[in-house]
C-alpha cells in the first residue's frame, strides 16, 4: 500500500508526548497542523532543526497553525533532549508536543520512515518529513528530506502562506513566490469568471502561444 502522501486523510494514532497524551485528529481539531519527524534525540541537525521551529513559535501562532514534532525515543528522553535544545537556541522555549515513537509505529503509519537509516539495534529510523495538515485532517503538503539534510524553515513558512492563500482564493503561487508578490490566477478559472472574480484586475503575460493561462493578480 502506497504510504500517506498529499490528499490522503492522516491517521488517528495516539501517543505520549512531551505534553501528554495526543490522539492526532483531537490534537489537529479545526487548525492547520504541522507534523514533522526526526531520526532521533541528541542528535545534531535535528536539535537545530527543533530549536529553529520553537523560535518561530509566533509566526506560527500568527497564522493559527500547530506544531507536532516526532522522534523515536521514549518522552523522558525527549525532556532532556529539550533542556539541549533550548541551551543551542537561546531564547527558544520548545512550547509544541514533541510525540515519543519507540515502537516505530508512528513513523510507519505517517509515512515518515528513511529506508536508509537504521538505529545501533537495526531498528528503523524516521526521516525528515514534514506534512501540514489542513483543518478537514487532509495532507496539503509533504516534504521528506534524508537524515543528512537539515529543513529551512523560512521555507516551510513560505509554502505555509502559499497554502493558506490558496485555500481561500482560486490562484496559485508561482517559482520563488514570498508573500507580497503576485500570484497566478488558477487555470480552472475562465476569463469571464477572473473578471468578477478578481476586480482588482490582472495583467495577462504574453506568450508566443498566444494562450491566456498566464495570469497574474495581486493577493485578494
Ligand atoms: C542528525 O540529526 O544530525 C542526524 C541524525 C541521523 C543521521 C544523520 C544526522
Known sequence: M?????????????????RGRIRLHEYVDDSWTIIFSHPGDFTPVCTTELGKMAAY????????????GISCDDVHCHNEWIKDIEAHTPGCKVAYPIMADPNREIIKELNMIDPDER?????????????????????K??????ATTG???DEVIRVLDSLLITSKHKVATPVNWKPGDKVVISPSVSSDEAKKMFPQGYESAKLPSG?????YTNVP
Do not use: M
Request: overall charge positive; cysteine-free.
Open 119 to 139: 538505529d545501533p539495534h537495526g531498528k528503523p529510523l524516521p526521516s525528515r518529513a514534514l506534512h501540514i495538515v489542513a483543518p478537514n485532517k487532509q495532507v
Open 151 to 153: 529543513r529551512n524553515v
Open 57 to 68: 513559535q509566533q509566526e506560527f501562532d500568527k497564522r493559527g497553525v500547530k506544531l507536532l
Open 211 to 215: 494562450k491566456d493561462y498566464l495570469r
Open 141 to 146: 503538503l509533504s516534504l521528506l528530506y534524508p
Open 2 to 18: 502506497p504510504g500517506l502522501t498529499i490528499g490522503d486523510t492522516i491517521p488517528n494514532v495516539e501517543a505520549d508526548s512531551t
